[in-house]
Structure formats: structure tokens, C-alpha cells
């Protein structure tokens, strides 16, 4: 059996969320811990918390941008396999009626 993205259904979208919210409870725990004041405690969990919603969000964009250049192509293929279809179909009317029209 392989090590392959499919296998236990965690790709590497799934790998990097899971990578930044074990860094975000780390960072949290390590500075609740440290001996510093409350107001600089809070202050740097905030530093941090707009960090990764930054991160996040360019994660999203990323995301977002590859959805929508596959949807594009997905349509694409899809235009032209129905292309190729409805030409299909006519082609196969044509010679039924010259097949039709050769027997009467």
C-alpha cells in the first residue's frame, strides 16, 4: 500500500491548515506560559492572531484562484465535448436519412 494523497484523505491543503493551527495552540500556549505581563501577553497573542488570519486569507485567495481557473477549464472541456457530440448526432442523421431515403 502507498503513501499517496488519496490514501487517508489529507492533501496538502488539509496538512497546511492542520500545520497552522498546531503553530497558532503552541504560540498561544508558550505565551500564556512565559512570564510576562498581561498587557504584553495579550498584545503579542493579538500580533499572532493577525498573522495567521493573514496567512489564512492569502491561503483562501490562493484557493479560490485555482478553483476558478479549473472551473474555467472544466467548462471549456465541456464545451467542446458537447461540440463534438452535437456533431456526432448530426452526422449520424444525415446518414440514417441517406440510408432512409436510399431503401425507399
Known sequence: MSYEE???GAGPGS???????GGLIGATVALLVAPR??????????D?????????????????GKISVAVQKGAEVFQQK?????????????TFQKVKDAVT
Open 6 to 8: 488519496g490514501d487517508y
Open 15 to 21: 496538512w497546511f491548515v492542520s500545520f497552522i493551527l
Open 37 to 46: 505581563s498581561g498587557r504584553q501577553t495579550r498584545e503579542q497573542i493579538k
Open 48 to 64: 499572532i492572531a493577525g498573522d495567521a488570519k493573514e496567512k489564512a486569507e492569502d491561503y483562501y485567495d490562493q484557493a479560490r
Open 82 to 94: 458537447k461540440s463534438q457530440v452535437e456533431s456526432a448526432v448530426a452526422k449520424g442523421k444525415e
